[in-house]
């Protein structure tokens, strides 16, 4: 079978569905590349699989002649994410030489989240347990570095266990999605002190968690002394909040010591304010120059560069 690939949302960030598609075609001995649209008139596919994550990303511009098209993913399946891949795809290693990686593993652990928040999938998605869904060396081969995509892996009855099967890795550990710094205790805590941080990533979305997150991350900082080079903090916007209780959570990581990282709850409907602060926040090289939001406008910034 000739098998072809699309990542509609391009290759920023790689595919997880995708490499495991082409892994198990592969081990089938099919042929599997990347769709080109030109070539595929003259020798048609037989499948073409569609993976989109975004909902806000355009639908693929090209017409495809395949003799069979398989779409996937939340992007087209919002809410409910749609079918998940069958057990043997969804547990085979992943074709990390699909996108170049050599060196970093990719995956989950866990899935679920029993938050349910408003702004987020994942509770439709994947369910409201957070719940152990694979052991590490399911996608990790002693690469350098592992990119753990779980959503809320401290939820999970087993996440002691995945913590230390992190630990024992040895390998760069990069929490992408955030841990939950409301499950932080001084256990879990020095399991966490025994990984090789590259990044972790906590998210403090509602102001009126502050009496629950504010002490978890002190906490965490007392224990760990990992600070804001290795610490961010996701602080959402343009939902449920106004510009000065996003403005107080900023200000209170930073003097936590750790770094805020501003996300836009569906950016394209944010005023410009909220897209201003989003980009005095994120720019490392104006949130470091300048202390208050209130001293960086487009004004000011125009101002400085003396135009």
Not at 201 to 217: G, T
């Amino acid at each position: 079978m000739k098998v072809e690939l699309i990542d509609v949302d391009g290759h920023n960030f790689p595919n997880l569905p995708l490499m495991k598609i082409s892994a198990y075609h592969k081990t089938k001995g099919d042929s599997v590349r990347w769709h080109n649209p030109l070539t595929a008139w003259t020798d048609p596919p037989d499948r073409v699989y569609m993976s989109k994550v975004f909902t806000f990303t355009p639908e693929y511009e090209y017409p495809i002649n395949a003799a069979e098209i398989i779409k996937g993913g939340t992007g087209y399946n919002y809410p409910n994410g749609g079918e998940p891949l069958p057990e043997e795809i969804e547990h085979i290693y992943p074709d990390y030489g699909l996108y170049g990686i050599t060196n970093t593993a990719y995956g989950f652990l866990t899935r679920g989240c029993p938050r349910n928040c408003d702004f987020c999938i994942v509770g439709k998605k994947e369910g409201l347990c957070s719940r152990k869904v694979a052991d590490l060396r399911e996608f990790w081969k002693d690469q350098k570095e592992i990119k753990l995509l779980d959503p809320n892996i401290l939820a999970a009855r087993e996440h002691k266990e995945l913590l230390e099967q992190l630990a024992s890795s040895g390998a760069w550990v990069d929490f992408t999605q955030g841990l939950d710094a409301r499950l932080l205790t001084e256990e879990n805590i020095e399991i966490i002190k025994r990984i090789k941080l590259k990044m972790v990533h906590f998210a403090w979305d509602n102001i009126a968690d502050e009496k629950l997150i504010v002490p978890k991350l002190q906490l965490f900082k007392e224990k760990t002394g990992i600070d804001k080079r290795k610490c961010t903090v996701y602080v959402l916007t343009n939902f449920n909040s106004t510009l000065q209780e996003d403005l107080h959570r900023i200000y209170k990581i930073r003097d936590l010591g750790m770094a805020p990282f501003v996300m836009v709850y569906e950016k394209q409907t944010a005023p410009k304010e909220i897209k201003d602060l989003q980009r005095w926040v994120n720019n490392r090289i104006i949130w470091y120059s300048t202390e208050k939001f209130e001293d960086y406008s487009g004004d000011t910034k125009t101002r400085r560069q003396g135009k």
